[in-house]
């Protein structure tokens, strides 16, 4: 058999099938590698982005915090990491047992975390906030799906309600709401980073690519203030408060030199590790956002402007019979029996008669300038969130019954905080320094609002009303000369003066012969039958006074004797 | 020729496996350093959990009721105190 001459092999194809094939062949390949420099290199973005996200994480570098300071390095405030615990409600299924379970770690009922996870239609929710890492890791050890947890920060206050006030306390998300957390959020709070990094199969990664964002911790803060006379402040302030069934207090020490604020109490308080339960009341920062009608605390500066004038001296008489003093309808009262007073005496007996005749010798205008001077009607410039400036009304709105009430501290208004700082001005010869909440290294230029002289002149006076012939015999402390005053007055309610409200108060600095520190202090509504400055806010100032000279190392500058007190009831009693 | 060509086969293939080595190498130690970096990060937060306790010994009103009700000590009367300022102390 000749296969060669098969006719099967003797067909023959045209010849264009093959070529046709050939082109098809040949434009599938080009469209192929066409289609693959499109994606390698032209257009490759979406594919890189693809790829990378198999391997590369970009993680969260978290930022701290700053810590707050007291003005000696101990820790007042710190964040530490705690864990969050939130659910994607669709996800979770849970056995009765892990429910249980879950519920007695997160200190919820069952069924509250039944309600959590079916009520929203969302796909997120949050079980708990804020929990210890510890019972965090537990839960995560429940295996349950559906569950994740977040690391988030809390702060923590060591010290708790002894300085509450002072330093506020953050949200849920540790962002400042309150006091110094608020007013220095920016340099405390930390700016997180993050980076990008490639991980390998198990997770762990095993290269660094590049640096986003440099994580950036907070700042710490040092405040002024120091621990140990705080915490002293506000017990003595506790027991002080306690003792008078008073409504309220507030203490605030002040460095005489550096303007610097010390110490700030303020009762009553809170706990700011556990805020479940709180009242306006509690929030209050008495000291700095609450203003008073400060009654006789305000007659040294009518006394110091007409010092300063030349209109009286020290011991220029003033006519005070016949105890009273009627200025067109009102009659301003006196409790006092001697007929006439030196200048000097009207301080040390805190007589109204004295006061206000001074000041109606007075211009208005000189009046509101030297209480503008000494820092009142404008807020303290502490930069700390809603601190009060008080009410100083403009001159020329003034009547004469009203120029002389001032002059002891009616129809005027001033926070705490104001007070101490004008007592400043007695204290460090004349100047205003300005206040600061944070460590002063440097000493800060101050302002002269009087003659050195002058306020010389009103230190004695002060003094005198703190020994036994004076109105506030107890302030008084052993080895120490004090200067001070008190101020015992009515409370205004609804535009009137409640008849058995007062506000007693006392203010004054120590040692008289250099001072270091200026320490006022209010009482609020004291009801246990005591109401005068003298009584109730006196001897708080001495034992917070005692207390600071001794932390601060003052030496003594008075004699070692044991100190005279009149006898119980026998003391000068101020007028209110 | 052909040696030369065996020569740089095998030279080439030394390179090759010094640097899946050296990779290796690098990816280890990253994972070291990672884990120590870890580590510093949690000694931070124990630090911080330390201070905070250390903070919470030491609140005054504790140290205060400690050294009076235990320890029975109380401030000396202004009378038997001397104190003495720094320039005093340098001399």
Known sequence: MNFAASPVLALTLPIWRSRLLLYVFIACFALLLGRAVYLQGLNNDFLQAKGESRYSRVIEIPANRGRILDRNGEALAISTPVKSIWAIPGEVHTSERQLARLAALLEMSPREIEKRLSDTGGDFVFLKRQIPPEVAERVAGLHIPGLFQNREYRRYYPSGEVTAHVLGFTGADDIGQEGVELAFQDGLAGKPGSRRVIKDRLGQTVEDVESIKAAQDGRDLALALDARIQSLAFSQLKAAVAQHQAKAGAVVVLDVDTGELLALANFPTYNPNNRNKLSGAQLRNRALTDTFEPGSTLKPFTVALALEGGRVRPDSVIQIAPGSLSIGAATIHDAHLERSLTVAQVIQKSSNVGAAKIALSLSAESMWEMFRDVGFGAAPGLGFPGEAGGKLRPYRSWRPIEQATMSYGHGISVSLVQLARAYSVFARDGELVPLSLLRVDIPPAARRVMAPKTAGAVRAMLEMAVNRSGTAPRAQIMGYRVAGKTGTAHKQENGVYATEKYVSSFVGFAPASHPRVVIAVMIDEPSAGRYYGGTVAAPLFAQVMAGALRVLDVPPDGPMQPIELPPEGEEVKESV | ?91
């Open chain 2, 1 to 91: 020729m052909t040696r030369l060509n065996l020569l740089l086969v095998a030279v080439l293939t030394a390179c090759a496996l010094g640097l899946v080595t050296s990779q290796h190498q690098a990816r280890k130690l990253f994972g070291e350093l990672e884990q120590e970096q870890e580590r510093s990060r949690q000694l931070g937060v124990e630090y911080g959990q330390l201070q905070l306790e250390a903070s919470t010994w030491a609140v005054h009103a504790r140290v205060e009721r400690i050294a009076s009700r235990q320890l029975h000590m109380r401030v000396p009367d202004a009378k038997r105190l001397q104190i003495v300022g720094p320039r005093e102390v340098a001399k």
